[in-house]
């Protein structure tokens, strides 16, 4: 089911070919995530460690196995490479995280934390992203978006049935993040998935959180607009036709009196 949503022609579902036609290797992790990796082994919060999904500059996915056979996406995020510059911009002026600390290590520790905040708030407002589990240092644990032990496809590489209906579902979606109080500052077709309900109805599954801001960050309203800017073209590519204004001011009417409240005057007034 999933490889035939993919654009590139894919080699039966079996995992190993799923690894091999991603060509990704195993990359050597630090010692403190192998250690916090060894810590989830041996409190039963994971049985094994798979396979390596994806390896950004950022983050490393894994997909392991539970103790109940259920599958699980390890996000791993890196030490070394990270851009500490990015991560301070969508840090600083989150009310979560008033006392940053500068240095890499903790940086690194309060993006996981807010990758995992971000999952929750959003996934209490029943926006269609992973289910949180539990973050730890450097690594968050998260439900597995996929099908037969195989990651859903991005949306770059699929070829949707009904384009329309799946950027009108995009679009709920994004109200429903701003409901949460929350922007997702990094949203794309690279960070969407495309699952397949029963009936075969395609759906969004936003992922890749870490970077997300709650309405009071001093740019929350610019990153929505970029958010709603990247989806718009990307869909009027696709030959829809979409008037990105009208979707953003529809977007922002939705924002509650409650979450507007928390935001100035002022800013609300510029855009
Ligand atoms: N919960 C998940 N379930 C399955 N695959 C996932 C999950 N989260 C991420 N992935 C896979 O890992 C890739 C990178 O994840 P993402 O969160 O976008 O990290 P990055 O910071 O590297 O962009 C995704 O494109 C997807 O293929
Ligand atoms: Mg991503």
């Known amino acids: ?30 010692d403190f995530s192998i250690n916090t990796l060894i810590s989830f082994l041996n409190s039963k919060k994971i049985k ?52 940053v600390r500068r240095n890499r290590r903790s ?11 971000n999952l929750q708030l959003a996934s209490k407002l029943n926006v269609s992203c992973p289910l ?8 968050v644990l998260m439900e597995f978006e996929g ?3 195989i990651p859903y496809a991005k949306l770059n590489n699929v070829l949707l049935h009904d384009p329309e209906d799946f950027f009108k579902l995009l679009v709920e979606n994004v109200i429903k993040t701003t409901k949460a109080g929350l922007v997702h500052a990094d949203l794309s077709q690279y ?22 801001v709650m309405f009071e960050h001093p740019k929350s309203m610019d990153f ?18 979409i008037d990105e204004q009208k ?15 928390r935001i100035s005057s002022t800013k609300i007034a510029e855009n």
């Open 191 to 212: 960070n969407i998935l495309v699952k397949e309900d029963e009936n075969g109805k395609q759906i969004p599954v936003i992922i890749d959180w870490g970077q997300a």
């Open 48 to 99: 094994s460690l798979d396979y390596p999904v994806s390896s950004g500059k950022e983050a490393v996915v894994y997909r392991a196995t539970d103790v109940n056979g259920q599958f699980i996406a390890v996000k791993i995020f890196k030490f070394e490479t990270t851009a500490l510059r990015k991560m301070g911009d969508y840090i600083e002026g989150d009310p979560r995280f008033v006392h």
């Open 107 to 117: 940086m690194v520790f309060d993006w996981t934390k807010k990758e995992f905040s």
């Open 247 to 261: 979707i953003l001011k529809k977007i922002k009417s939705k924002i509650p009196q409650s979450i507007l409240k």
């Open 147 to 149: 099908i037969n032990g």
């Open 132 to 139: 949180p589990l539990l973050f730890k240092g450097n690594i």
């Open 1 to 30: 089911m999933a490889l035939r949503l993919w654009k590139k022609k894919l080699p039966p579902k079996e995992d190993k070919q799923f690894k091999q036609a991603n060509k990704i290797t195993s990359k050597v992790l630090d």
């Open 224 to 241: 929505l607009a970029r958010d709603v800017s990247v989806i718009c073209n990307y869909f009027s590519k696709l030959g829809l036709e």
